[in-house]
């Protein structure tokens, strides 16, 4: 019997909620994320197809918009297990082992995606600053240090979540409050002293995300200060032009963060379906819209998938 409670203690498995308070419902989201999962794969592997085979695109910029599209197809995929299992299914269990490591992809990712927000940033404002370089300083050896020194930040900054949850204790309820695992979710589950997993995650957040953010806005007042200094109305829009798209990435990635943060700081108070909502947004939306924003305002790609498409349907 004490074996049987002990082995209760600590919980083998999480539920994972969908629709808080009506799980009845959850079918209902069956169709709309089987369809945003469906246009991040369609949109984002559109994206990869086109930058491979045009040569003309083999360029800094569409390199890291690459590894963009690879984050966030890695992002999408990180959550669509659990998405599937819980809405499709109606199977909302998941093992702590699975649980933990769909974590440390989640999170692994997320600071993955800042890290290229930031590199891409750098490449617009070597770009505009510094046009006759751009293509020697921005080389094929110094883009691959820099995608690797993104990816090793990210591994080391995550590495020790699964770790810092695995040695808490878990007496308490095991569902959780979103349809996929998270760091802070998981961890108000505990029945001990979560301060060093709270004090980790806040440096994290603080260190990648917060200083990320530092860094993109610092680049931007950089870009704008020399885009004023153009003299020609014509070039300073065609300048700025080239970075509409991957401000709004910016802010596709900034904004539901900065809200999902808000909310779980100061709206205790606002219903489950809000945070839930917010969650979805920040995880699922960037993904989908990413490919969309930038065959749209990006002149070469938007150009080449109108080629693709009435080549297709000459030969239809």
Known sequence: MLNLNASHMNHHS?????????????????????????????????????????????????????????????????????????????????????????????????????????????????AIRDPLRYASILTSRVIGKIVVAVLARAICVVFPVPFLIKRLPFCHSNVLSHSYCLHQDAMRLACASTRVNSLYGLIVVICTLGFDALIILFSYILILKTVLGIASWAERLKAFNTCLSHICAVLLFYVPLIGVTMIHRFGKHLSPIVHTLMANVYLLLPPVLNPIIYSIKTKQIRKRIVQVFFRRKGQA
Not at 48 to 61: F, N, V, W, Y
Not at 116 to 122: G, I, K, Q, R
């Open 14 to 126: 999480f539920l994972l909620t969908g629709i808080p308070g009506m799980p009845e419902k959850n079918s209902w989201m069956a169709f709309p994320l089987g369809l945003l999962y469906t246009l991040t794969l369609l949109g984002n592997g559109t994206i990869l197809s086109i930058i491979k085979m045009d040569r003309s695109l083999h360029e800094p910029m569409y390199y890291f918009l690459s590894i963009l599209a690879l984050t966030d197809v890695g992002l999408s995929m990180s959550t669509l297990p659990s998405m599937l299992s819980i809405f499709w299914f109606n199977a909302p269990e998941i093992s702590f082992d699975a649980c933990i490591t769909q974590m440390f992809f989640i999170h692994g990712f997320g600071v993955v995606e800042s890290g290229v927000l930031v590199s891409m940033a750098f490449d617009r404002l070597v």
